[in-house]
């Protein structure tokens, strides 16, 4: 069967939505991975009628190569190692820390713009779905839901469109439910499953936590 593609990031939450209403999932909060994600759990969110909200994570990249992840880690320090990688660049214990530290305090400050001061939402015995536009490696995804692995939410479901099946399988592994429409085994990027793949500003991305 051909995989779909999406018209844009709405077209996709709006299928995304879809599909967890069909899978009678009961969720209490959607958590939207920036920016990207934003205009997708907006749409998920009002679908399943549930407060958005944000979890942010920030890449670790290689020495010398800062669009390969070596990790990634969350705005409260949750981390993420890729293993494999760390050695294959040999990144060293205290680059990987120091980057670490950066990189928290990066997304730590992301979070903050982003809520503008509201705070940061209660998810003690709730039922969160955790919405990105797409999965590749998913580096910032694992490290987001390392976060929420560590709070006091009941359930964690990540919702996204489109990954390879590596990932996505991994993935299934580290929280309580996976919905990903599609796994193609031709993946190269997310990109390439949309019509339409334009960056999102920051500042349409925070409009979506306004509506």
């Known amino acids: 069967m051909a995989t779909r593609r999406f018209t844009d990031r709405t077209d996709a939450g709006e299928r995304l939505g879809e599909e967890l209403l069909e899978r009678g999932i009961d969720a209490d909060i959607a958590l939207a991975i920036p920016r990207g ?7 998920v969110a009002d679908a399943l009628d549930v407060p958005l909200d944000i979890v942010v994570a920030k890449k670790i990249g290689a020495p010398g190569n800062p669009e390969y992840a ?12 890729n293993e ?25 400050q992301k979070a903050k713009r982003y809520r503008d001061g509201r705070p940061k939402p209660d998810l003690t015995d709730k039922t969160v779905v955790v919405v990105d536009d797409g ?7 694992r490290a987001c839901l390392e976060q929420l692995t560590n709070s006091d939410a009941e359930r964690i479901i990540l919702a996204v469109p ?3 099946p590596d990932t996505i ?8 439910e996976v919905v990903c429409l599609e796994t193609p085994a031709g993946f ?4 390439q499953f949309y019509q339409n793949f334009e960056q999102v500003s920051d500042e349409e991305a925070m409009a979506y936590l306004e509506s």
């Open 37 to 43: 994600g934003l205009p997708l759990g907006r749409a």
């Open 70 to 81: 070596v990790g990634a880690v969350a705005s409260d320090g949750s981390v993420w190692r």
């Open 84 to 108: 494999r990688a760390i050695s294959g660049t040999r990144t060293d214990e205290e680059y990987f820390e120091e980057q670490r530290e950066t990189e928290a305090e990066n997304a730590r």
């Open 135 to 141: 999965v590749a490696t998913g580096s910032t995804a």
């Open 162 to 164: 489109v990954g390879p």
């Open 169 to 176: 399988a991994e993935l299934e592994e580290t929280v309580d």
């Open 188 to 191: 190269r990027g997310v990109g």
